[in-house]
Protein backbone atom coordinates (compact mmCIF):
# COMPACT_ATOMS: atom_id res chain seq x y z
CA UNK A 1 0.00 0.00 0.00
CA UNK A 2 1.58 3.59 -0.87
CA UNK A 3 1.62 6.32 1.24
CA UNK A 4 -2.11 7.59 -0.30
CA UNK A 5 -3.49 4.92 -0.57
CA UNK A 6 -2.82 4.17 3.40
CA UNK A 7 -4.05 8.08 4.04
CA UNK A 8 -7.31 7.47 1.77
CA UNK A 9 -8.01 4.43 3.92
CA UNK A 10 -7.43 6.30 7.02
CA UNK A 11 -9.81 9.17 5.74
CA UNK A 12 -12.48 6.03 4.90
CA UNK A 13 -12.57 5.62 8.75
CA UNK A 14 -12.71 9.09 10.23
CA UNK A 15 -15.62 9.39 12.70
CA UNK A 16 -13.86 13.06 14.69
CA UNK A 17 -16.75 14.84 14.10
CA UNK A 18 -19.94 13.57 15.84
CA UNK A 19 -22.59 15.68 14.07
CA UNK A 20 -21.17 15.24 11.00
CA UNK A 21 -21.28 11.15 11.57
CA UNK A 22 -24.70 11.28 12.72
CA UNK A 23 -26.08 12.91 9.68
CA UNK A 24 -24.11 10.97 7.16
CA UNK A 25 -25.37 7.51 8.39
CA UNK A 26 -28.79 9.06 9.00
CA UNK A 27 -29.13 10.18 4.93
CA UNK A 28 -27.09 6.48 4.43
CA UNK A 29 -30.45 4.93 6.35
CA UNK A 30 -33.28 6.89 5.18
CA UNK A 31 -32.01 7.68 1.30
CA UNK A 32 -33.69 9.18 -1.48
CA UNK A 33 -36.55 7.96 -2.84
CA UNK A 34 -34.58 6.93 -5.84
CA UNK A 35 -31.63 5.68 -4.22
CA UNK A 36 -33.70 2.99 -2.32
CA UNK A 37 -31.79 0.26 -3.81
CA UNK A 38 -28.52 1.77 -3.21
CA UNK A 39 -25.84 0.77 0.13
CA UNK A 40 -24.96 4.13 1.16
CA UNK A 41 -21.21 4.46 1.80
CA UNK A 42 -22.10 6.83 4.72
CA UNK A 43 -18.60 7.37 5.84
CA UNK A 44 -15.73 9.91 5.19
CA UNK A 45 -15.05 10.38 1.98
CA UNK A 46 -11.20 10.69 0.63
CA UNK A 47 -9.64 12.53 -2.14
CA UNK A 48 -9.24 10.16 -5.20
CA UNK A 49 -7.36 10.60 -8.61
CA UNK A 50 -3.75 10.36 -10.25
CA UNK A 51 -1.00 9.93 -7.78
CA UNK A 52 0.93 11.99 -10.17
CA UNK A 53 -1.08 15.05 -10.30
CA UNK A 54 -0.08 17.94 -10.60
CA UNK A 55 -3.73 19.64 -10.77
CA UNK A 56 -5.21 19.47 -7.19
CA UNK A 57 -8.52 20.46 -7.18
CA UNK A 58 -10.49 21.52 -3.81
CA UNK A 59 -14.24 21.26 -3.67
CA UNK A 60 -16.47 22.10 -0.52
CA UNK A 61 -17.72 18.66 1.15
CA UNK A 62 -19.17 15.22 0.05
CA UNK A 63 -22.77 15.54 -1.67
CA UNK A 64 -25.35 14.06 1.01
CA UNK A 65 -26.83 11.99 -1.97
CA UNK A 66 -24.18 11.93 -3.78
CA UNK A 67 -20.22 10.95 -2.41
CA UNK A 68 -22.09 9.90 0.28
CA UNK A 69 -24.09 7.58 -1.13
CA UNK A 70 -21.24 6.47 -3.73
CA UNK A 71 -17.98 6.75 -2.23
CA UNK A 72 -16.43 9.29 -4.18
CA UNK A 73 -16.17 12.71 -4.58
CA UNK A 74 -18.52 14.44 -7.56
CA UNK A 75 -19.53 11.14 -8.32
CA UNK A 76 -23.74 10.31 -8.97
CA UNK A 77 -25.14 13.69 -9.14
CA UNK A 78 -25.54 16.00 -11.44
CA UNK A 79 -22.42 18.20 -10.18
CA UNK A 80 -20.26 15.36 -10.52
CA UNK A 81 -22.25 15.26 -14.55
CA UNK A 82 -20.80 18.65 -14.94
CA UNK A 83 -17.45 19.25 -13.02
CA UNK A 84 -16.68 15.71 -15.31
CA UNK A 85 -17.64 16.40 -18.58
CA UNK A 86 -15.51 19.31 -18.29
CA UNK A 87 -12.43 17.61 -17.37
CA UNK A 88 -13.18 15.22 -20.08
CA UNK A 89 -13.08 17.58 -22.60
CA UNK A 90 -9.98 19.40 -21.16
CA UNK A 91 -7.88 15.95 -21.06
CA UNK A 92 -8.15 15.30 -17.48
CA UNK A 93 -10.73 12.14 -17.29
CA UNK A 94 -10.59 9.55 -19.47
CA UNK A 95 -14.41 9.86 -19.48
CA UNK A 96 -17.46 12.07 -19.35
CA UNK A 97 -19.36 10.65 -16.28
CA UNK A 98 -18.85 9.46 -12.87
CA UNK A 99 -21.50 7.27 -11.79
CA UNK A 100 -20.33 4.98 -9.40
CA UNK A 101 -16.57 3.32 -8.31
CA UNK A 102 -16.63 0.57 -10.98
CA UNK A 103 -17.59 2.71 -13.64
CA UNK A 104 -14.21 3.20 -15.29
CA UNK A 105 -13.66 6.48 -14.45
CA UNK A 106 -9.56 7.60 -14.36
CA UNK A 107 -8.52 11.06 -13.57
CA UNK A 108 -5.35 11.83 -15.89
CA UNK A 109 -2.65 14.50 -13.98
CA UNK A 110 -5.33 15.37 -11.85
CA UNK A 111 -6.17 14.52 -8.22
CA UNK A 112 -9.78 15.34 -6.12
CA UNK A 113 -9.96 16.51 -2.57
CA UNK A 114 -12.25 18.86 -1.05
CA UNK A 115 -12.33 21.06 2.33
CA UNK A 116 -14.53 18.75 4.09
CA UNK A 117 -15.31 14.96 3.80
CA UNK A 118 -18.43 14.39 5.70
CA UNK A 119 -21.30 15.42 4.27
CA UNK A 120 -22.43 18.17 6.37
CA UNK A 121 -25.92 19.33 6.94
CA UNK A 122 -27.50 22.15 4.52
CA UNK A 123 -23.86 21.14 2.77
CA UNK A 124 -22.37 23.88 5.67
CA UNK A 125 -19.49 22.65 7.19
CA UNK A 126 -18.57 24.56 10.80
CA UNK A 127 -15.12 26.20 11.15
CA UNK A 128 -14.59 23.12 14.20
CA UNK A 129 -14.98 20.23 11.86
CA UNK A 130 -13.35 21.84 8.65
CA UNK A 131 -10.46 22.54 11.62
CA UNK A 132 -10.47 18.51 12.20
CA UNK A 133 -10.69 17.98 8.45
CA UNK A 134 -7.42 20.19 8.02
CA UNK A 135 -4.48 17.53 8.27
CA UNK A 136 -6.00 15.45 5.65
CA UNK A 137 -5.55 17.99 3.02
CA UNK A 138 -1.87 18.72 4.19
CA UNK A 139 -0.83 15.37 4.08
CA UNK A 140 -2.83 14.97 0.35
CA UNK A 141 -0.38 18.18 -0.80
CA UNK A 142 2.78 16.48 0.77
CA UNK A 143 2.46 13.31 -1.25
CA UNK A 144 1.35 15.28 -4.40
CA UNK A 145 3.28 17.12 -7.20
CA UNK A 146 0.61 19.58 -7.32
CA UNK A 147 1.64 22.51 -9.76
CA UNK A 148 -2.00 24.58 -9.76
CA UNK A 149 -4.77 24.43 -7.35
CA UNK A 150 -8.22 24.75 -8.77
CA UNK A 151 -10.37 26.18 -6.22
CA UNK A 152 -14.65 25.58 -6.60
CA UNK A 153 -15.70 28.08 -4.90
CA UNK A 154 -15.02 30.63 -1.71
CA UNK A 155 -14.68 28.00 0.96
CA UNK A 156 -12.60 25.67 -1.35
CA UNK A 157 -10.43 28.84 -2.35
CA UNK A 158 -9.96 29.79 1.59
CA UNK A 159 -9.78 26.32 2.70
CA UNK A 160 -6.28 26.25 0.00
CA UNK A 161 -4.87 30.03 1.15
CA UNK A 162 -5.17 28.00 5.02
CA UNK A 163 -3.41 24.90 4.02
CA UNK A 164 -0.56 27.05 2.04
CA UNK A 165 -0.31 29.53 4.66
CA UNK A 166 0.29 26.19 6.90
CA UNK A 167 3.39 25.64 4.57
CA UNK A 168 5.07 28.56 5.05
CA UNK A 169 3.16 30.44 2.64
CA UNK A 170 3.00 34.38 3.06
CA UNK A 171 -0.25 36.09 1.70
CA UNK A 172 -0.66 40.00 1.58
CA UNK A 173 -3.16 41.35 3.90
CA UNK A 174 -6.08 41.54 3.42
CA UNK A 175 -6.00 38.12 2.00
CA UNK A 176 -6.71 37.54 -1.75
CA UNK A 177 -10.47 37.43 -2.56
CA UNK A 178 -12.29 34.46 -4.23
CA UNK A 179 -13.25 35.53 -7.54
CA UNK A 180 -14.20 33.10 -10.68
CA UNK A 181 -11.21 33.02 -12.83
CA UNK A 182 -9.02 34.14 -10.07
CA UNK A 183 -5.44 33.68 -10.09
CA UNK A 184 -2.81 33.62 -7.47
CA UNK A 185 0.98 33.10 -8.02
CA UNK A 186 2.61 31.04 -5.43
CA UNK A 187 6.21 30.04 -4.56
CA UNK A 188 7.93 27.08 -6.56
CA UNK A 189 6.22 27.98 -9.59
CA UNK A 190 2.79 26.65 -8.42
CA UNK A 191 -0.83 29.16 -9.14
CA UNK A 192 -4.05 29.30 -7.13
CA UNK A 193 -7.47 29.39 -9.87
CA UNK A 194 -10.89 29.86 -8.94
CA UNK A 195 -14.16 28.66 -10.46
CA UNK A 196 -17.38 29.10 -9.58
CA UNK A 197 -18.43 25.83 -7.31
CA UNK A 198 -20.07 22.75 -9.69
CA UNK A 199 -22.85 22.74 -8.01
CA UNK A 200 -26.63 22.80 -9.56
CA UNK A 201 -27.11 26.15 -8.11
CA UNK A 202 -24.58 27.55 -10.01
CA UNK A 203 -24.81 25.47 -13.42
CA UNK A 204 -28.53 25.47 -13.59
CA UNK A 205 -29.15 29.58 -13.48
CA UNK A 206 -25.70 30.16 -15.80
CA UNK A 207 -23.89 31.58 -13.25
CA UNK A 208 -21.25 28.93 -13.73
CA UNK A 209 -21.74 27.86 -18.07
CA UNK A 210 -19.58 24.58 -19.46
CA UNK A 211 -18.08 27.41 -21.86
CA UNK A 212 -17.14 29.40 -18.88
CA UNK A 213 -15.09 26.20 -17.18
CA UNK A 214 -13.66 25.20 -20.23
CA UNK A 215 -11.87 28.81 -19.95
CA UNK A 216 -10.89 28.26 -16.60
CA UNK A 217 -9.58 24.64 -17.96
CA UNK A 218 -7.71 25.88 -21.05
CA UNK A 219 -6.49 28.46 -18.61
CA UNK A 220 -4.93 25.82 -16.26
CA UNK A 221 -3.72 23.54 -18.93
CA UNK A 222 -1.14 26.57 -20.18
CA UNK A 223 0.17 27.03 -16.95
CA UNK A 224 0.69 23.51 -16.35
CA UNK A 225 2.86 23.32 -19.71
CA UNK A 226 4.51 26.74 -19.03
CA UNK A 227 5.99 25.47 -15.88
CA UNK A 228 8.04 22.78 -15.04
CA UNK A 229 7.22 18.87 -14.51
Known amino acids: MTP ?3 LQEEITGCRACPRLVAWREEVAQVKRRAFLDWNYWGRAVPGFGDPRARLLIVGLAPAAHGANRTGRFFTGDRSGDFLMAGLYRAGFANQPLSQHQGDGLKLLGAYITAAARCAPPENKPQPDELARCAPFIDRE ?16 WNA ?3 VLARTGVVFPKPRPVFAHGAEL ?3 GGRTLVGCYHVSQQNTQTG ?7 DAVMV ?11
Open 160 to 162: TLT
Open 219 to 229: RIRSLLEAGPT
Open 207 to 213: LLTPAMF
Open 4 to 6: LEA
Open 185 to 187: ALP
Open 141 to 156: LALLPTRVFLALGAIA
